[in-house]
T-cell receptor, first 112, second 113 residues
Framework: KNEVEQSPQNLTAQEGEFITINCSYS?????LHWLQQHPGGGIVSLFM???GKKKHGRLIATINIQEKHSSLHITASHPRDSAVYICAVSLHPPEYGNKLVFGAGTILRVKS | SQTIHQWPATLVQPVGSPLSLECTVEGTSNPNLYWYRQAAGRGLQLLFYSVGIGQISSEVPQNLSASRPQDRQFILSSKKLLLSDSGFYLC????????????FGNGTRLTVT
């Protein structure tokens, strides 16, 4: 079993829909990261959180430390949100080099 | 502001040829540096990381090596490429703190023919 599991693996949505991507982890963490990888391959960091909730535009990330679970929500989805969304965790205690453990990613396609 | 440069963006190399991918970071000092590989349809695999000049840690045995000749320069190399080295290679940097975000380069798509 992977230390970081994401669901669903693939998601197709209609423009305007509310989208939720889930991430569960089985290890102690100091922080959880949500990353976005566009079709060209470049990766950007969306959120880094260790508790509660963060919001940036139409994106919302939540984390429940007790349940070892995080969700990424996209409100009013748009075709330009189509990308691979990757969950990653910083371990606690931190590993030498602050290495992250990555989920396999969720492929999101938003249709117009 | 901090930026990360990675080149080339795409590369096609024959089997047995050498490889050198370069990554440089601007706007920060003493970053942690990372090389990742992403095979088609797969997740990110950490290949090497470095916490300082000349300090390289390897995560998986392979045909590749890494070097950090300067604080903000990270190089991925191979003496002889294999077909299995094809993939998407990403360089990233992070701060020394455990709760530092990770910043990625745009990646290099390597095809070994």
């Amino acid at each position: 079993k992977n230390e970081v599991e994401q669901s669903p693996q693939n998601l197709t949505a209609q423009e305007g829909e509310f989208i939720t991507i889930n991430c569960s982890y089985s290890v102690g963490i100091s922080a959880l990261h949500w990353l976005q990888q566009h079709p060209g391959g470049g990766i950007v960091s969306l959120f880094m959180l260790s508790s509660g909730k963060k919001k940036h535009g139409r994106l919302i990330a939540t984390i429940n430390i007790q349940e070892k679970h995080s969700s990424l929500h996209i409100t009013a989805s748009h075709p330009r949100d189509s990308a691979v969304y990757i969950c990653a965790v910083s371990l606690h205690p931190p590993e030498y080099g602050n290495k992250l453990v990555f989920g396999a990613g969720t492929i999101l396609r938003v249709k117009s | 502001s901090q930026t990360i440069h990675q080149w080339p963006a795409t590369l096609v190399q024959p089997v047995g040829s050498p490889l050198s991918l370069e990554c440089t970071v601007e706007g920060t000092s003493n970053p942690n540096l990372y090389w990742y590989r992403q095979a088609a349809g797969r997740g990110l695999q950490l290949l090497f990381y470095s916490v300082g000049i000349g300090q390289i840690s390897s995560e998986v045995p392979q045909n590749l090596s890494a070097s950090r000749p300067q604080d903000r320069q990270f190089i991925l190399s191979s003496k002889k490429l294999l077909l299995s080295d094809s993939g998407f290679y990403l360089c990233a940097w992070g701060g020394p703190s455990y709760n530092s975000p990770l910043h990625f380069g745009n990646g290099t798509r390597l095809t070994v023919t």
